[in-house]
T-cell receptor, first 111, second 114 residues
Framework: DQQVKQNSPSLSVQEGRISILNCDYT??????FLWYKKYPAEGPTFLIS?????DKNEDGRFTVFLNKSAKHLSLHIVPSQPGDSAVYFC??????????FGKGTLLTVNP | GAGVSQSPSNKVTEKGKDVELRCDPI?????LYWYRQSLGQGLEFLIY????????KSGLPSDRFSAERTGGSVSTLTIQRTQQEDSAVYLC????????????FGEGSWLTVV
């Protein structure tokens, strides 16, 4: 049973446009959410996070939105750049240790 | 060190052989995790260490898998009698263990069982 779901395995956008990556979760005990970015042959790197007490967190071109009632979060990248092309993983935790990951979304930003 | 270090970065082994994967966490990080990513799959939790103890081993797929951590630092993941379905990238991560912490990953050990 997947507790964290990323229903779009891939997304393609034009450089300069907005990329929106979506994530849904089922476990209401999750209270902290993270996005990781992964390039081929590298480990995931932390991108941005959000606590359940907030509904938005922004860091430069990256913004994460959380809708707790819908158990949904999204990552917005504006403007998208070719270097953003990677696999993006959504992760959630309800404790201070174990992260549960989605299967990832491959983002391709076309020049 | 500056980041999480894993070795070997790549390992090809014959079915039935044992393998050991090593992880050096970020200095001072008390929490250490092993995850696995198989082809086309997300990151699968294997085991979590707090210090030298493993309060959560629930993700280990079978009794062929074991892990230990010594000195609150280095961890070794051992896979005995490897099978082809063990082929994956094994990722180690560490964190400060504080609530709301960020988990930092190593580059992974790519295991291929032939």
């Amino acid at each position: 049973d997947q507790q964290v779901k990323q229903n779009s395995p891939s997304l393609s956008v034009q450089e300069g446009r907005i990329s929106i990556l979506n994530c849904d979760y089922t476990n209401s005990m999750f209270d902290y959410f993270l996005w990781y970015k992964k390039y081929p042959a590298e480990g995931p790197t932390f991108l941005i996070s959000i606590s359940s007490i907030k509904d938005k967190n922004e860091d430069g071109r990256f913004t994460v939105f959380l809708n707790k009632s819908a158990k949904h979060l999204s990552l917005h990248i504006v403007p998208s750049q070719p270097g953003d092309s990677a696999v993006y993983f959504c992760a959630a935790t309800g404790s201070n240790y174990k992260l549960t990951f989605g299967k990832g979304t491959l983002l391709t930003v076309n020049p | 060190g500056a980041g999480v270090s894993q070795s070997p970065s790549n390992k090809v082994t014959e079915k039935g052989k044992d393998v050991e994967l090593r992880c050096d966490p970020i200095s001072g990080h008390t929490a250490l995790y092993w995850y696995r990513q198989s082809l086309g799959q997300g990151l699968e939790f294997l085991i979590y260490f707090q210090g030298n103890s493993a309060p959560d081993k629930s993700g280990l797929p079978s009794d062929r898998f074991s892990a230990e951590r010594t000195g609150g630092s280095v961890s070794t993941l051992t896979i005995q009698r490897t099978q082809q379905e063990d082929s994956a990238v094994y990722l180690c991560a560490s964190s400060s263990g504080l609530n709301g912490n960020t988990i930092y990953f190593g580059e992974g050990s790519w295991l291929t069982v032939v």
